[in-house]
């Protein structure tokens, strides 16, 4: 069912981290990659220790590699499925809560869509502080 | 009455007579005539009767009257005479010597010329009897002790050929009881000797077994060296497989990136991305099915390194095991000869002591043969000497009846 | 909502015009005090604000969200925050078995999910039997209650939402 994203459609990138499935917007996605020497990282949350891939993603200062277990590819969602982050989740999770893009309805299971260039701010403040 | 030994011719005629007169007596009782009478007396008298007188003293005949009164008278004068004292004295003397036996007391004599013949004459026989006597008394003593030695001699032979008897019986008892002994040892050598034997048998066939046993086992090694061989050389190619496939995963993997990222693309470029991310979607479907392919491949392999693994495990207990094997061989094979040499020792020995029993047993039977031949002399030599003892016995019982009888004359 | 455009719209702008929820008929206030178990405790919220009450679905978990912020599920459409309240209030924590509940509640433009151990139901009480709620070192979260009460089945705090959610964004550090 591969058909060019139209007005209705969005896409997203889907990847899994610790068992738990995130999404993001393709767009901020630089390439998919394995693990870097080089690259800074940032993390949504510790990603298993076989994971061996990254998104690379671009900040002011350069790039960046997320590490996740597993990339499942790019999916297209009807925009109607797309859903602001509930109010009360951004109110309670204080700085980290702008790292919420929105939410997508898959089916009954909403998955996060994380915002890759919120968290690249991170990156650039913690980058140096943390070292693998 | 009388213990002279009797004439038998006087008896005899004597005896006649005196049955005719006592006859003609007893027919005419009290009237006998005293001639009869006299005759009778006088017959009597001349048969030595001095005692007798005549009884008919009464008669018609005053002179056959005189006559019984003379004769009565003669016959007491002739009786009354000095010798009458001698005579007397001299049959006292004379039945002394016929009751008692006394041949040495003889001392009468008689102014009698004729009594004195007499008397000296009685008195020689006597004396020859007592040298009679005393001879005999000597012969029987010497009889006597002779039998008596003879009875002891023959009494102690008897007592030797006895105990002779006995030492063979017992000796023939004891050789029967050896016989049976080395019987019996022959026959436990006999059962040894084929004991020794079948082992020796059964040593031999457990020579050749344990000999197929070992080369069975270092047939079992060198299978066993070319099993770890090939094992040895799967390895190396499981390993080759496994570089390979590491190899095909990483480009797989790194098919999957492109293909991520060409999806990327053609969410970016939209409309256009269309027939783009077609592209993508199957390159990764394609990386998909390579990863799965090799991930299962890479099981297999691990699989495949288990089994050699194992099987290379086995392979070396199965080496260490023909090691021991060969091992335990080389010392049954030590133990079975250790038993042939200790078998052949025990089977020549049997053999040895089976001849030796045999001929022990000849030898017996020749023993027991011999002592039965001397036991058949001795029994007759005891036979033999029984009579001899049994004889000597009653010897010696009439040399002591005749000392006896003798006895009862006194020589000295 | 959204039109057909030649090209398509950056993801933001969409998401900022995105519905809070599929068309979705009022609901009809409860009148009543609605009264649940939470982490062992018997509490209660004003039955108007209670929603539906509906088997607990799949809990996506937002990764730097608070503990007492299960996360977020699908609920007619919406997406709603599933909130344990024991935890929030530092009494404890609800039990999330198979035959855990949740109580959907909205309030002042927000909607919570509550998730409840047992939901025993409605509830009357009299306003002015409302007492107010114990303060002390074992009574923790006690800012968070209206009051406290009893009925037939026992003792209950009347929960304060607003208070709740004011004290949730204030510790978060940050507000939308």
Known sequence: MIEAASASECSLLFFEIAGQTFAADPLEVVRVDRRDTDLPIVEIMPATPKGTRVLVAKTASGEFQLPVDRVMGVRRFPNSSLRRPPALALAVSGARANELMGVVLDGQTPVPIMDLKTISARAKSRAKARGR | ?412 | ?176
């Open chain 2, 1 to 412: 009455m009388d213990k002279t030994v009797p004439q038998n011719g006087k008896s005899k005629r004597g005896g006649k007579r005196k049955a005719e007169v006592e006859a003609t007596t007893t027919a005419k009782s009290s009237n006998v005539h005293p001639l009869a009478d006299a005759l009778m007396v006088l017959e009597r008298v001349a048969q030595g009767d001095l005692s007798a007188r005549v009884q008919a003293l009464s008669g018609d005949d005053p002179a056959v009257v005189q006559l019984g009164e003379l004769i009565n008278r003669a016959l007491s004068r002739a009786i009354t005479s000095v010798s009458r004292d001698g005579i007397e004295k001299a049959s006292e003397l004379l039945v002394k010597v016929a009751d008692e036996g006394d041949l040495t007391s003889w001392n009468v004599t008689s102014e009698d010329a004729q009594l004195r013949g007499l008397f000296d004459g009685v008195g020689r026989v006597l004396e020859t009897q007592r040298t009679f006597v005393r001879e005999i008394n000597e012969a029987a003593l010497r009889l006597s002790s002779s039998a008596n030695e003879v009875l002891a001699a023959s009494t102690q032979h008897e007592t030797s050929s006895t105990e002779q008897a006995a030492a063979i019986h017992e000796t023939t008892a004891t050789m029967e009881e050896l016989k049976h002994a080395s019987a019996q040892i022959a026959e436990n050598a006999g059962s040894v000797a084929r004991v020794a034997e079948e082992t020796l048998g059964a040593a031999r066939s457990g020579r050749t077994a344990i000999h197929e046993f070992t080369t069975a086992m270092q047939q079992i090694r060198s299978d066993g060296l070319a099993v770890v061989d090939s094992i040895s050389k799967l390895s190396k190619r499981v390993e080759r497989i496994g570089t390979v496939v590491e190899v095909i995963d990483e480009i797989a993997d790194r098919s999957d990136l492109l293909a991520l990222n060409a999806a990327l693309e053609g969410s970016r470029a939209g409309e256009a991305g269309k027939g783009f991310s077609i592209v993508a979607a199957e390159m990764r479907r394609l990386a998909e099915n390579v990863l799965e392919s090799t991930k299962e491949i890479k099981n297999l392999i691990s699989e495949i390194r288990e089994s050699t693994h194992a099987a290379a495990a086995a392979a070396e207990a199965s080496r260490r095991a023909t090691e021991q094997g060969e091992k335990l061989g080389s010392v049954a094979a030590q133990s079975v000869d250790g038993i042939l040499s200790g078998v052949q020792e025990t089977s020549d020995a049997a053999r040895v002591i089976n001849l030796a029993t045999q001929q022990q047993r000849t030898a017996t039977e020749q023993v027991v043969a011999s002592m039965s031949e001397i036991e058949d002399v001795t029994r007759q030599t005891t036979q033999a000497s029984r009579q001899a003892t049994s004889a000597a016995a009653d010897l010696a019982q009439l040399a002591n009846r005749l000392a006896e009888l003798i006895k009862r004359f006194r020589a000295d």
């Open chain 3, 1 to 176: 909502m959204t039109e057909e455009t030649p090209s398509a719209k950056p993801l933001r702008e969409m998401l900022a015009d995105a519905a809070d929820h599929d068309s979705v008929a009022a609901v009809e206030p409860e009148l009543e005090l609605f009264c649940m178990d939470m982490g062992g405790e018997r509490f209660a919220v004003e039955a108007a604000l209670v929603h539906e009450v509906v088997r607990l679905p799949t809990v996506t978990p937002l990764p730097g969200s608070p503990p007492f912020l299960l996360g977020v599920c699908a609920h007619r459409g919406e997406v709603l925050p599933v909130v344990d309240l024991p935890r929030l209030m530092g009494r404890g924590e609800a039990r999330a078995t198979n035959r855990s509940r949740m109580a959907v509640v909205r309030f002042d433009g927000m909607v919570v999910a509550l998730l409840a151990d047992q939901i025993e139901g409605l509830t009357r009480v009299k306003a002015n039997l409302l007492e107010p709620a114990p303060m002390g070192a074992t009574q923790r979260g006690a800012e968070f209650l209206s009051g406290v009460s009893s009925d037939p089945l026992g003792t209950f705090s009347l929960l304060d939402l607003k208070r709740l959610v004011q004290v949730a964004r204030n510790r978060a550090g940050g507000g939308t």
